[in-house]
């Protein structure tokens, strides 16, 4: 069974930056791709961004690009997401997941196997 273990979040004010990390069981074919949803209250749940390990560079959604930056540690098994210039709209509960499907396959919640815990991260105006 794969598991992910995500760390970081918080309260923090418009503009400041936040970090969130993600450690998984396993580096496999079963989670080669890794990606961040977010939910907000009252809302579905949305892809921000993901990476592959072996493969291209991290993707985001337009709403995130230039803040935002996905990284990977291949000796530890983490993937990172690093959020700058935050504002009250990106309030939400981030998660983590993975999949064995190439990253360009995965925009929606079901096309994912494994999640994070999730982490609240809230922007104050």
């Known amino acids: 069974q794969v598991r992910l273990v995500q760390t970081g979040g918080g309260l923090v004010q418009a503009g400041a930056s936040v970090t969130l990390s993600c450690a998984v069981s396993?580096?496999?074919?079963?989670?080669?791709?890794m990606a961040w949803f977010r939910q907000a209250p009252g809302k579905e749940r949305e892809i921000v961004g993901g990476?592959?390990?072996?493969?291209?560079?991290?993707a985001y959604i337009d709403s995130v690009k230039g803040r935002f930056t996905i990284s990977k540690d291949t000796a530890k098994n983490t993937v990172s997401l690093q959020m700058n210039g935050l504002r009250p709209e990106d309030t939400a509960v981030y998660y983590c997941?993975?999949?064995?499907?190439?990253?360009?396959?995965?925009?929606?919640?079901?096309?994912?196997?494994?999640w994070g815990q999730g982490a609240q991260v809230t922007v104050s105006s």
């Open positions: 997941a993975t999949s064995a499907r190439h990253l360009r396959a995965i925009h929606r919640p079901e096309d994912v196997d494994f």
């Open positions: 396993e580096r496999t074919f079963s989670t080669r791709s």
């Open positions: 990476i592959m390990w072996t493969e291209g560079e991290a």
